[in-house]
Nanobody, 125 residues
Framework: QVQLVESGGGLVQAGGSLRLSCAASGRTFSNNNMGWFRQVPGKEREFVAGVNWRGSTYYADSVKGRFSISRDNAKNTVSLQMNSLKPDDTVVYYC???????????????????WGQGTQVTVSS
């Protein structure tokens, strides 16, 4: 059974940094797209960042230059380094992966098959 477990969320002041981590188990994901989404209650999940099996990264415009995604295939983990955090970044963040492997990482949540339980990030002003 595939399982994704996020960690690293919390409370930080505006301008601060947090690092989210996601540990995957149940199968090897070294050849799969992995990513992070976030979701405001009542709205669809929003793409934040993704990385393909080759290590190429993709970012939403709202986080480009501030967030950095990385993966460690040996450990089956993906991380999201978040710098220069803003109050608008306050939301639940989800780790995700998909069974398909594509060079271009999809930005629609519907393209993904497996999700973590989410971790709350709160940025105070």
């Amino acid at each position: 059974q595939v399982q994704l477990v996020e960690s690293g969320g919390g409370l930080v002041q505006a301008g601060g940094s947090l690092r989210l981590s996601c540990a995957a188990s149940g199968r090897t994901f070294s050849n799969n797209n992995m990513g992070w989404f976030r979701q405001v209650p009542g709205k669809e999940r929003e793409f934040v960042a993704g990385v393909n099996w080759r290590g190429s990264t993709y970012y939403a415009d709202s986080v480009k230059g501030r967030f950095s995604i990385s993966r460690d295939n040996a450990k089956n983990t993906v991380s999201l380094q978040m710098n220069s955090l803003k109050p608008d970044d306050t939301v639940v963040y989800y780790c995700t992966t998909r069974a398909l492997s594509t060079i271009v990482v999809p930005t629609s949540a519907r393209a993904y098959d497996y999700w973590g339980q989410g971790t709350q990030v709160t940025v105070s002003s």
